[in-house]
């Protein structure tokens, strides 16, 4: 069991997720529902977190997402998650989405969500997740980040 505890690196715990977007995820306006990108956000979130901890994981939290740029139909959604922080038994994930014209190749940031999940062990209770370590400087000032929004987390309880 300690080995799989391994500390990982963020690197490997990284998925990125792409989906056209089509008609029936849309909006009278031809705008992608945000309902649907929250889905995959969530979707991309706990995959990144069981790819971490090697088991299945529930959503705790999502700290906020806001959308600065509508997607559209026929717009490639891509969707980049990480771990960015990690506790005992609990993960943030950071996933950055964005909205790529496929003819173009044109690519908008339209938000990046933080979300928490806690791993889960066979009987369904939360079990001990591997510690991150850091690669590169860019990894450690994540790594900074998380904690930081982890105490804050933990502060508005």
């Given at each position: 069991m300690t080995e799989a505890l391994a500390p990982k690196p963020i690197s490997a715990s990284r998925i990125t997720i792409s989906q056209l977007m089509h008609p029936e995820h849309a909006n009278l306006l031809g705008h992608v529902h945000g309902g649907w990108i929250?889905?995959?956000?969530?979707?991309?979130?706990?995959?990144?977190?069981?790819?971490?901890?090697?088991?299945k994981?529930?959503?705790?939290?999502?700290?906020?997402?806001?959308?600065?740029?509508?997607?559209?139909?026929?717009?490639?959604?891509?969707?980049?998650a990480e771990i960015t922080y990690t506790g005992r038994t609990s993960m943030e994930v950071a996933v950055e989405v964005l909205a790529e014209n496929p003819v173009t190749g044109e690519q908008i940031h339209t938000n990046t969500a933080y979300l928490v999940y806690v791993a889960l062990d066979d009987?369904?209770?939360?079990?001990?997740?591997?510690?991150?370590?850091?690669?590169?400087?860019?990894?450690?000032?994540?790594?900074k980040q998380g904690q930081e929004r982890q105490e804050r987390r933990l502060k508005r309880k």
């Amino acid at each position: 069991m300690t080995e799989a505890l391994a500390p990982k690196p963020i690197s490997a715990s990284r998925i990125t997720i792409s989906q056209l977007m089509h008609p029936e995820h849309a909006n009278l306006l031809g705008h992608v529902h945000g309902g649907w990108i929250m889905k995959l956000v969530d979707e991309a979130g706990a995959l990144t977190c069981m790819r971490h901890a090697q088991r299945k994981v529930v959503t705790v939290a999502i700290d906020s997402m806001t959308f600065r740029q509508p997607i559209k139909i026929g717009d490639l959604i891509i969707l980049n998650a990480e771990i960015t922080y990690t506790g005992r038994t609990s993960m943030e994930v950071a996933v950055e989405v964005l909205a790529e014209n496929p003819v173009t190749g044109e690519q908008i940031h339209t938000n990046t969500a933080y979300l928490v999940y806690v791993a889960l062990d066979d009987e369904g209770r939360p079990t001990l997740v591997p510690s991150l370590k850091a690669e590169t400087e860019e990894d450690k000032q994540k790594l900074k980040q998380g904690q930081e929004r982890q105490e804050r987390r933990l502060k508005r309880k």
